[in-house]
């Protein structure tokens, strides 16, 4: 499978502090892309860096890329109660590039 | 405003009772896209199209079926659902024919299925 892999697979911190996901996939990429869901409803685009790329940073939101390690991580910083919610890395690649794959993504809790 | 409608959001269904689930975009998207998403499992693409009258199979198109007349609707078909088709559907679209590759996608609020 192509999919993506997060970790950890949940997260509960205390609101205000620092928030960090990790995304790892198996093959070269095009793009990464996170997104996140709040439970049971659809997913919203977060951010999206090119393989080209090394760094994105979108508000309280900082994404890295490491190509050589095939990872990704997403910092959300001063968490908020508000910021509970799953995230998911999506990656598409240079054979196939009309699909995303998926990962199973990192349930975060912000506890106020 | 701009977003991806799914109908119905709830559905419990019996084992071989056809059904469709439709979906619409009024961004004029030309890709749409299928997922189902299982505890676990994350989301799994079903099916695709990349534009009207162009539609190929994702990741598990096993037992699913599409079509893509309009530009702005995309409805799955289950043919003869069975409770291993019980999931959370979700509908996709974004801006341009060649996919969501480099492009964000718009996603509808999904549609629970469940088939006894």
């Known amino acids: 499978s192509q999919q993506g892999e997060e970790d950890p697979q949940a997260l509960s911190i205390q609101e205000g502090e620092n928030a960090t996901m990790n995304c790892s996939y198996k093959t070269s990429i095009n793009n990464l892309q996170w997104y996140r869901q709040n439970s049971g409803r659809g997913l919203v685009h977060l951010i999206l860096?090119?393989?080209?790329?090394r760094e994105k940073h979108s508000g309280r939101l900082r994404v890295t890329l490491d190509t050589s390690k095939k990872s990704s991580s997403l910092l959300i910083t001063a968490s908020r109660a508000a910021d509970t919610a799953s995230y998911f890395c999506a990656t598409d690649f240079p054979t196939g590039a009309n699909n995303l794959f998926f990962g199973t993504g990192t349930r975060l809790t912000v506890i106020p | 405003e701009a977003q991806v409608t799914q109908n119905p959001r709830y559905l419990i269904t019996v084992t071989g009772k056809k059904l469709t689930v439709t979906c619409s975009q009024n961004m004029n998207h030309e890709y749409m896209s299928w997922y189902r998403q299982d505890p676990g499992l994350g989301l799994r693409q079903i099916y695709y199209?990349?534009?009207?009258?162009?539609?190929d199979k994702g990741d598990v198109p096993e037992g699913y079926k599409v079509s893509r007349k309009e530009k702005r609707n995309f409805p799955l078909i289950l043919e003869s659902p069975s409770p291993n088709q019980t999931s959370l559907y979700f509908c996709?679209?974004?801006?341009?024919?060649?996919?969501?590759?480099?492009?964000?996608?718009?996603f509808g609020p999904g549609t629970r299925l469940t088939v006894l």
């Open positions: 996709a679209s974004s801006p341009i024919s060649g996919g969501p590759s480099g492009h964000e996608q718009f």
């Open positions: 199209s990349m534009n009207v009258e162009v539609t």
């Open positions: 860096i090119r393989s080209n790329e």
